[in-house]
């Protein structure tokens, strides 16, 4: 299993400004991914990051936007840049599924943004 | 690709069962189930990775079907704290047979379960 602790859990900030959030996991993973969830919505991925290269990007998602660094296997931080009223949303990291026998995905807590 | 879920929205009482599907247009690596309460993060139900699997515990299961493409969860006597909204997630194949390592969540099926 793995833990994930993701901070912060929440914030509100001015739009034109950006928030950086990041993630530590208990153990060594291979990917992080970190994904979006608009009020009411699903689970939308943002990007897959993997350790020691540039942040693979979902259809819709540009890395000037969402900047992801992933300096080591236990860590990661996801920048929302420019922020304006619309990136309004939980943001989840998340660590799965090595794809050689099928694992549960392990999802952070959350980081609840609001931008006024 | 986005998998199908359907019913998006199930009322309930105490003690009643339900079933949510998950659809999608192909194959399948695998497919994970999840509950997700307000204001929290998922919470894993369980992963089916074989055509023609089902498993479950306690009173929630799930089934996958041959092809790999359609599942179902099963919520039987339904309790309080199965309220909540449940979501498919699906790892596409490669082409090599393995996992790209990565879900994509059907819409949710909103599950209200009242006393």
């Known amino acids: 299993s793995a833990v994930i602790s993701q901070k912060p859990s929440r914030d509100i900030c001015q739009r034109g400004t950006s928030l950086t959030i990041q993630c530590q996991v208990d153990?060594?993973?291979?990917?992080m991914f970190w994904y979006r969830q608009q009020p009411g919505q699903s689970l939308t991925l943002i990007a897959t990051a993997n350790q020691g290269s540039e942040a693979t990007y979902e259809s819709g998602f540009v890395i000037d936007k969402f900047p992801i660094s992933r300096p080591n296997l236990t860590f990661s931080t996801l920048t929302v840049s420019n922020m304006s009223p619309e990136d309004s949303s939980i943001y989840l990291c998340?660590?799965?599924?090595?794809?050689?026998?099928?694992?549960?995905?392990?999802f952070g807590q959350g980081t609840r943004l609001t931008v006024v | 690709q986005q998998p199908v879920q359907s019913p998006q929205a199930v009322i309930l009482r105490e003690g009643e069962d339900a079933v949510i599907n998950c659809s999608s247009s192909?194959?399948?690596?695998?497919v994970h189930w999840y509950r997700q309460k307000h204001g929290e993060a998922p919470v894993f139900l369980m992963i089916l990775l074989k055509g023609g699997e089902q498993k479950g515990h306690d009173k929630i299961s799930a089934s996958f079907n041959e092809k790999k493409q359609q599942s179902s969860l099963y919520l039987t006597a339904s309790q309080l704290s199965y309220s909540g909204t449940y979501f498919c997630?699906?790892?596409?194949?490669?082409?090599?047979?393995?996992?790209?390592?990565?879900?994509?969540f059907g819409q949710g099926t909103i599950l209200t379960v009242h006393p």
């Open positions: 153990s060594q993973v291979t990917m």
């Open positions: 997630g699906t790892e596409g194949s490669n082409a090599g047979g393995t996992s790209y390592g990565k879900l994509t």
């Open positions: 192909k194959a399948l690596y695998s």
């Open positions: 998340s660590v799965c599924c090595p794809g050689t026998g099928g694992t549960e995905a392990f």
